[in-house]
């Protein structure tokens, strides 16, 4: 997870990075004194979690809270302050945290761990390259939803709309090797990341409906098993 | 020859009456059990809505309260009283925000119980927990039997080591799953305990009086639904994580 911290005081500042610095699996991208640095480095979208001081001359941590609010940025906010008078906005923020000055190391890591777990998805990089009769498709792992066969086509349902191939599912699925693509059923391969709710179809086997998209695919009852057992 | 016949077919009716009057008995053990299930509830209920309706009571006193110091110049003072009030609100807005009556009445009563006894309690709830899709009922039972179980076992490593305890409660959806998430302070689980624990009934590293059936009712919920539960105890720390798939009906 990357992380940025911001507070305009040094001894703050520094309390900060030495307990986040020793968090595995955390990467501190930013650490520092000045909030609209802090908001040049936002805006980048590069970070995963903000911890924000709230009190700061010119820009106040509650505004780059709202900022990354406002703009939807996949950023997560917590909040360090010596002040609980601007705990009302962070109900309204969302924001992960509100911590006290004075803190202990343990409510911080806590803090952090806790959202860690939360977003535990490693994100799908690369590239898959289709073959179409003299033209080669090339498209954004990440971006597939998920893959139908029927009959001797097979479609791929992406955040751009669907694709046709004639590439069998047993030959994407060896594409397909990143841990978010699952092959949920003989005629479907669905990537997990998109899975919205599921909802009963035959004894062993659900309908899965995804976020962003109508169309819906099929699950077995052994694979929602396997997805509870060996994912978050 | 009729004479047995009158005996045998008396002897039949006897028994009839005899286990029907067994499974009556059991099924008004089971009633009066539900009926203390809902006393409770309704008491939890009855108090979360107490604290609300208060909290609603008195808000035009407090913004009174405020526009008078302000008005007379004593920021210091207002700023204060509000950051007090503002605590006070956020402890009750954890537990009822989105949530249905009953399962904020229950989010609320722990969480109060929790603080009573100094232990640091933090819900960390993405979704409200009554979007699961269990009966209100089954709810309740799981997340008040995760609660008390948890915060017993920090009352207990409070008691042993005069520090305070720990306990989250996570909730949030990733894939189609429901995940709940408890963690504690916790003294050291003897392993012939953690071996049988969601498992069976009557293992219990409590005292006299208590069976262990919170553990083996989280279970048959979890497993009613298709869920996975997982736990893992470490270092003083119990952890359990739940699964429930989010299945429409």
Redesign the interface.
């Known amino acids: 997870m990357k992380v940025g911290l911001v507070d305009d005081r040094i001894i703050d500042l520094d309390k900060l990075k030495a307990i986040v610095s020793g968090i595995q699996g955390v990467e501190i991208v930013f650490s520092t004194l000045s909030a609209e640095e802090a908001y040049d480095q936002i805006k980048k979208e590069e970070i995963d979690l903000l911890i924000a001081d709230i009190e700061m001359p010119h820009l106040s941590g509650y505004e780059l809270a709202d900022i990354i609010h406002t703009h939807a940025l996949n950023i997560s906010v917590i909040f360090v302050t010596g ?3 601007y ?2 906005h962070a ?1 309204e923020l969302n924001v ?2 509100y911590i006290m000055k004075p803190y202990t190391r343990e409510r911080l890591v ?1 803090s952090i761990e ?1 959202l860690l ?2 977003t535990k ?1 490693a994100e799908i990089h690369g590239r898959l390259y289709l073959k179409q009769k003299n033209e080669i498709h090339i498209l954004q792992k990440k971006d597939i939803i998920f893959i139908e066969r029927s009959g001797r086509s097979t479609t791929i349902y992406t955040k751009t709309g669907p694709i046709k191939t004639y590439q069998t599912l047993n030959e994407l699925e060896g594409e397909l090797r990143e841990r978010d693509f699952i092959r949920s059923h003989r005629s479907f391969i669905i990537n ?9 179809y035959a004894k062993n086997s ?1 309908i ?1 409906t995804f976020d962003g998209i109508d169309e819906q695919a099929m699950i077995t ?1 052994e694979k ?2 396997f ?3 060996n ?2 | 020859m009729l004479y047995w016949g009158i005996i045998a077919i008396l002897g039949v009716l006897c028994l009839y009456a005899f286990l029907s009057r067994l499974s009556i008995s059991r099924k008004m053990k089971t009633l009066t059990e539900e009926n203390k299930r809902f006393e409770e509830q309704r008491a939890q209920f009855n108090e979360t809505f107490r604290v609300v309706r208060s909290e609603r009571h008195d808000f035009l006193k407090h913004v009174s309260a405020i526009h008078f110091m302000l008005e007379n110049g004593k920021n210091e003072e207002a ?1 204060h009283y ?2 007090e009030l ?2 006070g ?2 402890e009750t ?1 954890l537990s009822i925000k989105g949530e249905r009556g009953v399962i904020a009445g229950i989010l609320h009563q722990m969480y109060r119980k929790a603080r009573t006894v100094d232990i640091d309690i ?1 819900y ?1 709830i ?1 979704l409200p927990l009554s979007s699961l899709p269990l009966s209100d009922q089954q709810i309740i039972s799981l997340v008040g039997n995760l609660l008390s179980n948890s915060i017993e076992a920090c009352e207990e490593w409070q008691k042993r080591y005069n520090k305070q305890a ?1 306990l ?1 409660l ?1 909730f ?1 959806k ?4 429901y ?1 709940l ?1 408890c963690k504690n302070s916790t003294l050291p689980i003897p392993p012939s305990i953690l071996d049988h624990l969601f498992i069976r009934s009557g293992k219990t590293t409590k005292g006299d009086g208590h069976e262990g059936l919170g553990t083996k009712i989280i279970h048959d919920i979890v497993e009613k639904y ?3 539960l997982d736990f893992v105890y470490k270092d003083e720390e119990f952890s359990i994580k739940i ?1 429930i ?5």
């Open positions: 002040n609980s008078g705990a009302v109900f992960h945290d806590k806790r777990e939360k998805s997990i990341h998109y899975v919205k709710n599921f909802s009963l659900y899965v009852k929602v098993e997805l509870q057992e994912y978050f | 700023k509000l950051d503002v605590e609100y956020k807005n933090i960390d993405d720990f989250t996570q949030y990733r894939s189609g799953l995940i998430q298709n869920g996975f699964k798939p989010a299945i429409k009906i």
